[in-house]
Each structure stands twice: as C-alpha cells, then as structure tokens.
C-alpha cells in the first residue's frame, strides 16, 4: 500500500515560475525523501529530512516537514525546462525505515 | 566513480518463460533494494537486502518472484512462469541504512 501521496498529480508552470509539490503520509516516520525521476527511468535522490528537521535546502530546492499534519512540500524556485520530471516522495517508516515506501508522484511540466 | 547498473535494460519474453535481471550495486554499498514500478504509477518495494542479514522479501507479490545477492554484492532477481501483469519497470538501488538510494536505469520487462 502506499505510504506517500503526492499533491498535484500533475502541475504545469512557466519557466522562471516556482514550483511546490506536497506529499502527505499516514504512519511515524524515520525521514522523508524526494526523489526526481526522467522519462520513467531511474530516481535520482534529491533530498533527504530528518523527522525531527523542519526545513532543509539544497540550491533551488525547498523541503518542508511538518510531522503533526503528516506531510512534506518541496519548493523548486526559479524552475527551468530541465526542471520537467516526476517528482516521488517516499517515506522511511520508524519501524523499518530501510523500506522507503514511494508516492505516486507528480509530473512537473516546466515550459520554456 | 560507476552507478548501480542494471542487465538488460529491456527484455521481451513470452507469457509462462522465466527471466533473470541482474544488479550490479555500487562498491562498498551494503544495501541492495529491489522495487517494480507500473506505468504511471510510484515505486512497489519488493526485497531488500542488508549485508549477510537474512533479506527482507516481504514486498514479493508471489512465490513466482525470488532474489539473491552473491559476496554481498551482485543482485539477480528472477521471476518465473512470467505472466501479463508483471510487466513493468524493474528498479534496482543501492545505499547504506537508512540514508539515500542510489537507483540503477532499470529493466523494462514486457511479457507478451
């Protein structure tokens, strides 16, 4: 079952426009990653939180945490067409954070 | 330094033959991670393994899919008796506890 749901499903911008993503989980949680995928291949890790962090950046990403609501968003500011990908959160459980358990994204369209 | 890699990056069978996909993690990464995904759709974990702790195999759909991990390093998961609705996207990672994955490009299995 997934753990994870990402809010959008899908969202189009324009270039130069900031992005937010939300992903919103149902159990306790170790950490909290995000992960970008291009044309159904593989995820590369973007960012990780820590449950007992609320706020990390990483260049032009913006990650949120908020443990009392469940849920995370991931700000991309200043987006750019190489921007355009699947975003997947995936949470790390405390009982077994070693399986991440991944949303089912949101595809980001960022048009030139 | 060399990503996980995957073996093949696309494989084609017939509905009831068995196939084999390798992967071949980082050096040094003690994790190794399988997941499928279905088009469209987020990731599905299926095995997990730690070092020389017995695998994590609570995500394989059925006793048609197995896994093992030779020395601790390269990973062949193998499903046999392939049927309609195992095709999808294979993904292999590698990391250490508890941190990032580090996704290979996958294999895309089609079962006609």
């Known amino acids: 079952s997934q753990q994870g749901e990402e809010d959008p499903q899908a969202l189009s911008i324009q270039e130069g426009e900031n992005a937010t993503m939300n992903c919103s989980y149902k159990t306790s949680i170790n950490n909290l990653q995000w992960y970008r995928q291009n044309s159904g291949r593989g995820l590369v890790h973007l960012i990780l939180i820590r449950s007992n962090e609320r706020e990390k950046h990483s260049g032009r990403l913006r990650v949120t945490l908020d443990t009392s609501k469940k849920s995370s968003s991931l700000l991309i500011t200043a987006s750019r067409a190489a921007d355009t990908a699947s975003y997947f959160c995936?949470?790390?459980?405390?009982?077994?954070?070693?399986?991440?358990?991944f949303g089912s994204g949101t595809r980001l369209l960022v048009r030139p | 330094g060399a990503g996980v890699s995957q073996s093949p990056s696309n494989k084609v069978t017939e509905k009831g033959k068995d196939v084999e996909l390798r992967c071949d993690p980082i050096s040094g990464h003690t994790a190794l991670y399988w997941y499928r995904q279905s088009l469209g759709q987020g990731l599905e974990f299926l095995i997990y393994?730690?070092?020389?702790?017995?695998?994590?195999k609570s995500g394989l759909p059925s006793d048609r899919f197995s896994a093992e991990r030779t020395g601790g390093s390269v990973s062949t998961l193998t499903i046999q008796r392939t049927q309609q609705e195992d095709s999808a996207v294979y993904l292999c990672?590698?990391?250490?506890?508890?941190?990032?994955?580090?996704f290979g490009p996958g294999t895309r299995l089609t079962v006609l």
């Open positions: 393994f730690q070092g020389n702790s017995a695998p994590d």
């Open positions: 990672a590698s990391g250490f506890l508890r941190d990032e994955q580090f």
């Open positions: 995936a949470t790390g459980r405390m009982d077994s954070s070693y399986k991440l358990i």
